[in-house]
């Protein structure tokens, strides 16, 4: 199982970022991906996440409105689509998968904790 994230960067404020996840080794039909974010000094959390098989989202308050996730057109990608970036949404963005997030789990009821496989991070920088 591999995670890839790239996309990311310094972007200003109200500016937007798509990040992708490219992912191998395993099949999006069982089991959901989550992005999820690290901040300076704080402990990582869910973003945003796309169940497997119907690709239905959830979103966490901190991303409705803004963000959109989605698979891409090559079916092994998932992409995060961020607009409306604040200075708040700073942080080392990762891509998830694995443990017992599966199908027909709601990938909401999920934590860190569920997922067993992880991709290194990508930064996205909100600043003027």
């Known amino acids: 199982v591999e995670l890839v994230e790239f996309g990311g960067g310094l972007v200003q404020p109200g500016g937007s970022l798509q990040l992708s996840c490219r992912t191998s080794g395993f099949r999006l039909d069982v089991y959901s991906i989550g992005w999820f974010r690290q901040g300076p000094g704080k402990e990582r959390e869910m973003v945003s996440c796309?169940?497997?098989?119907?690709?239905?989202?959830y979103y966490a308050d901190s991303a409705k409105d803004r963000f959109t996730v989605s698979r891409g057109n090559r079916r092994n990608i998932v992409n995060l689509q961020m607009n409306g970036l604040k200075a708040e949404d700073t942080a080392l963005y990762y891509c998830?998968?694995?443990?017992?997030?599966?199908?027909?789990?709601?990938?909401?009821?999920?934590?860190?904790?569920?997922?067993?496989?992880w991709g290194q991070g990508t930064q996205v920088t909100v600043s003027s």
């Open positions: 796309i169940n497997a098989g119907d690709d239905s989202p």
């Open positions: 998830a998968t694995g443990g017992t997030v599966t199908h027909g789990r709601p990938c909401a009821s999920a934590t860190l904790y569920d997922y067993n496989y």
